[in-house]
């Protein structure tokens, strides 16, 4: 059973006893947590999607420790002009343990978007046709007003 779930505004595929690096997370190392923001759900190739997220499903982890990641360097030059910049930077890191997936709730989201779109096609055709009646309307009032004024032209210029 895995889980794509959305951690620290990034997605991670993950499963039962998995260790993952995050973005750092407020929480106290040895403290649980539970993300409630399950995209996607496969339990031996049973998949459940999400519309964005599956209702009820949650994935359980417990923060192990916080740390610092790998030191980056960004490395800046002009050539033939002698201008150097070296900078570093370390990220802030999180390392948490998957402890267990739940899928409580999950319900499948496929029927439900097809009978809803359904019913707004119809409500989205019916608007039309009534706004296309005084269109139509308006436009016959627009040419009848402007033949008068043609001839009145006519008669002016002779």
């Not at 949650?58 to 740390?67: F, N, R, T």
């Not at 990220?91 to 948490?96: A, C, G, K, S």
């Not at 009534?130 to 308006?138: F, N, R, V």
């Amino acid at each position: 059973m895995y889980a794509i779930v959305e951690i620290a505004g990034q997605q991670f595929k993950v499963s039962k006893d998995l260790k993952v690096y995050v973005h750092r997370l407020a929480n106290e190392e040895g403290s649980k947590v539970s993300f409630d923001k399950v995209l996607l759900l496969d339990d031996n190739g049973n998949v459940t999607l999400g519309a964005p997220a599956i209702e009820g499903a949650s994935v359980e982890a417990k923060v192990l420790q916080h740390l610092k990641g790998d030191k980056v360097i960004i490395f800046k030059k002009k050539r033939r002009k002698g201008y150097k910049k070296r900078n570093g930077h370390r990220q802030y890191l999180t390392q948490i343990l998957i402890e267990g997936i739940t899928a409580t709730g999950a319900k499948k989201a496929a029927p439900k978007k097809e009978a809803a779109p359904k019913a707004a096609t119809e409500e989205v055709v019916a608007a039309p046709k009534k706004a296309a009646a005084p269109k139509a309307e308006k436009a016959e009032k627009v040419a009848k007003e402007a033949a008068p004024k043609k001839t009145k032209k006519a008669d002016n210029q002779e």
